[in-house]
């Protein structure tokens, strides 16, 4: 009993390790998604670039000045908090919707700035 509990075990193992060895990257479709976002977003017209920063400027406490396209939220200052109310504050300025899937990976405020463009 002893034996046969033993080999499945390592059965099991096998075909954990044997996953873990082949799996490569995500499906070609989740791949294909990934790319599709980026062809939507567009470069962020100076109208909308501004008025983001005022937004993100209010919500941090910060000079306009200082919110440019390299900053990012958290070198202006912000911590989680200050960040879901900076994407609540823009998608109610902008009247768009900013899903979390789509802003957790924008890395500066011209990443924020494209995105908001592309929902305008």
């Known amino acids: 009993m002893a034996a046969r509990r033993a080999s ?3 059965l099991l ?3 954990v390790f044997l996953r873990a060895v082949t799996f490569v990257s995500p499906a070609p479709s989740a791949r294909a998604q990934r790319s599709v976002a980026v062809f939507l977003q567009a470069t962020a017209t100076d109208d909308t670039a501004s008025k983001v920063a005022d937004v993100i ?3 941090l406490g910060v000079e306009a ?4 396209r390299e900053a990012t939220l958290t070198e202006l200052g912000a911590d989680s908090l200050d960040i879901v109310e900076s994407v609540m504050a823009l998608e109610e300025a902008f009247d768009v919707e900013l899903p979390d899937e789509e802003t957790t990976s924008l890395k500066n405020c011209g990443d924020v700035m494209d995105l908001i463009q592309s929902k305008l």
Not at 65 to 68: F, R, S
């Open 8 to 10: 499945g075990f390592l």
């Open 13 to 15: 193992l096998a075909l």
């Open 57 to 59: 400027a209010e919500q």
């Open 65 to 68: 000045g200082k919110v440019t």
